[in-house]
């Protein structure tokens, strides 16, 4: 079983479309992200969920919104796409341990966005 | 704010032993991580330190040192697969959870 999965793994949309990118964990974890990792490979935090809640939104344009209906889901949707959205997106899960913090993340294969 | 700060690129030759460093600026401290990741890949997961000291994993060790918020990666016995991005990683509160990752370093093992 794949602890986290998201999907579609390939996106290609033309800029000004609205897009949906699925992720699932099933491992239990109370925490859930989104990374975006550019061409320099630098993984950029979006977001960050503790239990459905919304934690960090880290400067984030608000056509990116973040929705978890569950603490084992949490999507994204992108609303009219740039040329600069192009990227790839990671999920991750983490459990949160008093004291110690997120000790150890699992990501999803990735969505590889390109909008042309 | 958070900040971490790798070298962006390291070459070693297979079998030799390399070590990638990481400096860190963050309030809430938790803990550091390192996470490996192949071209193409998702990132996984190696180690993760929450106290002073060196943690071992196999061919992998990894070093904190809270007081000089500075940590490392020590690779021994380079193997031609062992070619990929590190990262290092920061737990941190300051706002919530948040695992802040670092710049990243491309390390080459060569014949």
């Known amino acids: 079983d794949t602890a986290v999965s998201q999907t579609p793994k390939y996106l290609v949309t033309q800029m000004g479309n609205d897009k949906s990118i699925k992720c699932e964990q099933n491992?239990?974890?109370?925490?859930m992200y989104w990374y975006k990792q550019d061409s320099k490979k630098f993984l950029k935090i979006m977001f960050s969920y503790n239990n459905k809640e919304l934690i960090i939104n880290e400067t984030v344009p608000n056509r990116f919104s973040p929705k978890s209906p569950d603490k084992a889901h949490l999507n994204l949707h992108i609303n009219s796409l740039e040329l600069g959205d192009s990227a790839v997106y990671f999920c991750?899960?983490?459990?949160?341990?008093?004291?110690?913090?997120?000790?150890?993340?699992?990501f999803g294969q990735g969505t590889r966005l390109t909008v042309v | 704010g958070q900040s971490l700060e790798q070298p962006s690129e390291v070459t070693a030759v297979e079998g030799a032993i390399v070590q990638i460093n990481c400096t860190y600026q963050?309030?809430?401290?938790?803990?550091l991580s390192w996470y490996q990741q192949h071209d193409g890949g998702a990132p996984t997961f190696l180690s993760y330190?929450?106290?002073?000291g060196l943690e071992e994993t196999g061919r992998f060790s990894s070093f904190l040192s809270r007081s000089d918020s500075y940590g490392y990666l020590l690779l021994q016995e380079l193997q031609m697969k062992d070619s990929a991005s590190y990262f290092c990683a920061v737990s941190a509160t300051g706002g919530g959870n948040k695992l802040t990752f670092g710049t990243g370093t491309q390390l080459k093992v060569e014949l």
């Open positions: 330190n929450g106290l002073d």
């Open positions: 991750a899960s983490s459990q949160f341990l008093p004291g110690q913090g997120n000790t150890e993340a699992f």
């Open positions: 491992l239990g974890h109370d925490t």
């Open positions: 963050t309030s809430g401290f938790y803990g």
